[in-house]
T-cell receptor
């Protein structure tokens, strides 16, 4: 069975601070996808990134960066120089890679509060 | 709009009533998923549709839950004889193919009195 753990339930920072969100996963599959989604107060889930399990290159997109370490089954997410608009709940998710759909297993989410 | 559209955005109903929730996926997206987000259970997969293939119903919590997808586009999730534990936000997602990232709608907030 697959499992995603986000140990941090809530993180509060002051604007311009960096914040790192932890994600640890469990799966028996040798190939899989990892995701991060953002859920702002408005409620919709916004896709941020997908990583394939055989691509361990770290990725940077603007103020966002992701650190994938297969050896520790972790896929951490860092927001650099946080802004108030980054306040949201962030979900890490995992899916198998299969022909019949990639249903997502989500972590419990980390609520990030960025104070001005 | 260009995104996944769900209706209604909010639904309040009495225990025991049936409800129907609707999802319009992004045009051209062949894969469609339903998830449920509740305080106690977090985000859970319910059901998946891909083209004309048989749906993956492995996440449906009971036989009171069913879903269909007509014409490979719009999907309806039906909950019969609603119970208070069905109260949750029901999220629909679609993807260009079964191997593409899923894009979510705003959800339907269901409250059972």
């Amino acid at each position: 069975a697959q499992k995603v753990t986000q140990a941090q339930t809530e993180i509060s920072v002051v604007e311009k601070e960096d914040v790192t969100l932890d994600c640890v996963y469990e799966t028996r599959d040798t190939t899989y996808y990892l995701f991060w989604y953002k859920q702002p107060p408005s409620g919709e889930l916004v896709f941020l990134i997908r990583r394939n399990s055989f691509d361990e290159q770290n990725e940077i997109s603007g103020r966002y960066s992701w650190n994938f370490q297969k050896s520790t089954s972790s896929f951490n997410f860092t927001i650099t120089a946080s802004q108030v608009v980054d306040s949201a709940v962030y979900f890490c998710a995992l899916s198998e890679i299969k022909a019949a759909g990639n249903k997502l297993t989500f972590g419990g989410g980390t609520r990030v509060l960025v104070k001005p | 709009g260009a995104g996944v559209s769900q209706s209604p955005s909010n639904k309040v109903t009495e225990k025991g009533k049936d409800v129907e929730l609707r999802c319009d996926p992004i045009s051209g997206h062949t894969a469609l998923y339903w998830y449920r987000q509740s305080l106690g259970q977090g985000l859970e997969f319910l059901i998946y549709f891909q083209g004309n293939s048989a749906p993956d119903k492995s996440g449906l919590p009971s036989d009171r839950f069913s879903a269909e997808r007509t014409g490979g586009s719009v999907s309806t999730l039906t909950i019969q004889r609603t119970q208070q534990e069905d109260s949750a936000v029901y999220l629909c997602a679609s993807s260009l193919g079964n191997d593409q990232p899923q894009h979510f709608g705003d959800g339907t907030r269901l409250s059972i009195l």
